[in-house]
């Protein structure tokens, strides 16, 4: 226990006291390193022929009260995994980082203990310490995997003293995956389907838990079949709990729902219904531009003013009833716009539903081609337009996803690959407890938090 209240207690004041970079006593250090190898009664010494300045190492030895691991083949017609094994030497020596303590950074040499089975002859080696072939304790893995939630890949490597070659291959070697099981409880399940761009017009898909604000997936293209690979993996439980789902208005979004999700509700998020109505007016002016106003602009920031500012700056109010005066083929579909609005207003289902017909009615009376597609779009888009009024379901909580993964973006100073993208932005946005990581990084979870502290 003294080894463990000294290393509570040095720890505690380093994390409190602003004086970290003040060099730390060896005997410290020791009974850190001792306290993190209690448990396995290995013997640990300094090695000060090899110190360096902010460098200590210390030298693991396997002492025998050590217990004999169990076989990891599985042999048939073997019942007991220890019956056969015994000790087979020691493999060569090897010097590995332990993690940091202040400005000291602390070094393991250790000879891995050697295994060998009598009745097969196999033989293994005792990994507890490190992964094999690996130059970093198991605690300074999953630490690294930890500093990439929050650091790009360059500064995780400056700061645990690796290179940036070897953060990049744990990256890549490592699967981040959603833990399906974290949603059993829950009786309603809303996913939020949205793409955002990874590098220039090349497009990746977010997906989102909407009632628990959860980043489940960030697929490698915006494409129909790699969503409906996503769908059909989702376990066969957790896709009767879902209820609705909410999208722009991507045709194909909708059809993999809808073929991968039989009787779950699409809503067409209303956010991208009037951003799509914006985009028409803005090319609508920029036609009115090129035809009748010998390419003089026009002030296309009046057409998007909110009720609120139209009231408050009466200015800006007449210039824009003098340039819908000027250019009447503006004012069709301005009036158009203000009617989705006007449409999205509705308190019931009934009432947004009498609305959207009275705009798709005054759309088809009009004489411009451009307006019958654009009424034929809402014809398509009926059921998902209204079914927005059931519960107000959006994609919003996608939309501020993106806000972080942009940060993500900033900080890493982009991506080439894409799936290195997609688990460095999901380690980023998803919560540590919804991630479940392969064995690589959880098998001998018990060793590996004993030497947590260490960093």
């Known amino acids: 226990m003294g080894g ?3 290393a509570n207690k040095l720890l505690n004041e380093l994390k409190s006291s602003e004086r970290i970079s003040v060099l730390l006593p060896t005997h410290f250090l020791k009974k850190i390193v ?19 300045e902010g460098e200590i190492y210390f030298e693991v030895k396997y002492s025998k009260k050590v217990k004999i691991p169990e076989c990891p083949y599985k042999c ?18 090897r010097i590995i980082k332990a993690g940091k303590v202040g400005t000291q950074r602390i070094y393991l040499i250790h000879r891995p203990q050697r ?51 070897t953060v990049s291959n744990l990256l890549d070697s490592i699967e981040v995956k959603v833990d399906w099981t974290k949603f059993q409880d829950m009786e309603d399940i809303k996913l939020g389907i949205d793409e955002h761009s990874f590098r220039g017009f090349k497009m990746v898909t977010t997906i989102v838990e909407l009632n628990t604000s959860n980043t489940i997936a960030i697929l490698k293209s915006d494409k129909k079949e790699e969503l409906k690979g996503f769908l059909n993996k989702i376990p066969y439980e957790i896709k009767q709990k879902i209820t609705e789902v909410a999208i722009d208005m991507r045709a194909s979004f909708k059809n993999a729902v809808k073929e991968e999700l039989p009787g779950v509700k699409v809503v ?32 296309v920031k009046l057409f998007f003013l909110n009720g609120k500012k139209l009231l408050k700056e009466k200015k800006k109010v007449k210039k824009l009833y003098k340039t819908l005066k000027e250019h009447p083929y503006l004012k069709e579909y301005y009036r158009y716009l203000l009617m989705l609005k006007w449409m999205y207003k509705a308190e019931t289902y009934e009432e947004g539903k009498r609305r959207l017909h009275i705009l798709i009615e005054k759309m088809e009376e009009s004489e411009d081609p451009q307006v019958w597609r654009w009424a034929k779009t809402y014809i398509r888009w009926e059921k998902e337009i209204l079914q927005y009024f059931v519960n107000r379901t959006t994609t ?3 939309e501020g996803r993106h806000t972080h993964i942009k940060l993500i973006k900033r900080i890493s ?18 919560p540590e407890r919804f991630i479940k990581l392969p064995n690589f990084i959880t098998e001998g979870t018990t060793y590996c938090k004993q030497l947590s502290f260490l960093s």
């Not at 991208?272 to 002030?299: F, G, M, W, Y």
């Not at 100073?413 to 946005?429: A, C, D, I, S, W």
């Open 4 to 6: 463990k209240w000294v």
């Open 34 to 52: 001792v306290y993190a190898y209690i448990v396995s009664s290995n013997i640990i010494e300094e090695r000060k022929d090899l110190r360096k």
């Open 76 to 93: 048939k017609g073997c019942k007991d995994k220890r019956e056969y094994i015994v000790r087979n030497g020691k493999a060569k020596e």
């Open 115 to 165: 295994y060998m089975c009598k009745k097969t002859g196999k033989t293994f080696r005792d990994e507890k310490i490190s992964y094999r072939w690996q130059r970093i304790t198991r605690a300074e893995t999953e630490n690294i995997v930890k500093g990439l939630r929050k650091m790009s890949i360059s500064a995780t490597a400056k700061e645990f003293g690796v290179s940036v070659r």
């Open 268 to 299: 067409a998020d209303h956010f991208h219904v009037v951003k799509d109505a914006q985009k028409k007016l803005r090319e609508s002016i920029k036609i009115e531009e090129e035809v009748t106003n010998n390419n003089k602009k026009i002030p």
């Open 396 to 398: 919003a909580k996608v």
């Open 413 to 430: 100073f982009g991506f080439k690959e894409v799936l290195r993208y997609t688990k460095k932005v999901l380690l980023g946005v998803m």
